[in-house]
């Protein structure tokens, strides 16, 4: 399994970003999905996953402003509104191998929110 994340950048507080994660190999519609974030000095947190059955899960810290979403087994959105500074880290795609503990990861995409 390959997974590449787009989409990141530079954004201003309040602004708006959609992260892509392409995936490719032998990627399902039966694995799970979901994104993490990594901030400097700061442990990776889970931010939004999104089972093959569509049922979604966010971390606190996004809730009501996030959106996770799938199409297929080849691509994994992360929408992100009313972004905060807090929010700046390397956002990582994830791709859980169903019925394993078995996990892929992207190479990770930037966002920085900075006025």
């Known amino acids: 399994v390959q997974l590449v994340e787009s989409g990141g950048g530079l954004v201003p507080p309040g602004g708006s970003l959609t992260l892509s994660c392409a995936a490719s190999?032998?990627?399902?519609?039966?694995?799970?999905m979901a994104w993490y974030r990594q901030a400097p000095g700061k442990q990776r947190e889970l931010v939004a996953a999104?089972?093959?059955?569509?049922?979604t899960k966010y971390g606190e810290a996004v809730k009501g402003r996030f959106t996770i979403s799938r199409d297929g087994e080849k691509a994994t959105y992360l929408q992100m509104n009313s972004l905060k500074p807090e929010d700046t880290a390397v956002y990582y795609c994830?791709?859980?191998?169903?019925?394993?503990?078995?996990?892929?990861w992207g190479q990770g995409t930037q966002v920085t929110v900075s006025s």
């Open positions: 994830n791709a859980a191998e169903p019925g394993t503990d078995i996990g892929y």
């Open positions: 190999g032998s990627i399902t519609n039966l694995h799970a």
């Open positions: 999104v089972t093959s059955a569509g049922v």
